[in-house]
């Protein structure tokens, strides 16, 4: 929810009385569309030659700044740490050899 970090699941907003079942899938709704609008963003550049890393920072630096206008710069960096902490659980494992 804007203004307040997403630190739970929708069910658990749903259970609190912070989201109705409706409020939630709206929310999830919009938020894998923009999972969706923004691989195509990517595909398209890879697609042009383009770097899409170069897009994705580009990305990353709106969303730093609107992360802290909607939440406040600690908050912001909680939500943006715990994308780093997901991002290392996901580290490929090295092959042994």
């Not at 899938?25 to 609008?37: C, S, Y």
């Not at 960096?77 to 580290?91: D, I, M």
């Amino acid at each position: 929810m804007k203004g307040e970090a997403m630190t739970r699941s929708y069910s658990d907003y749903i259970k609190s009385g912070q989201m109705t079942q409706l409020e939630a899938i709206k929310h999830n709704t919009v938020r894998n569309g923009g999972r969706v609008a923004m691989a195509g963003v990517l595909a398209a550049h890879v697609r042009d030659g383009l770097p899409a890393d170069a897009a994705a920072f580009g990305v990353l630096d709106t969303l730093a700044v609107r992360l802290v206008e909607w939440y406040g710069p600690a908050a912001a960096g909680e939500v943006l740490r715990h994308y780093a902490e997901v991002c290392e659980r996901q580290k490929p494992v090295a092959a042994n050899g």
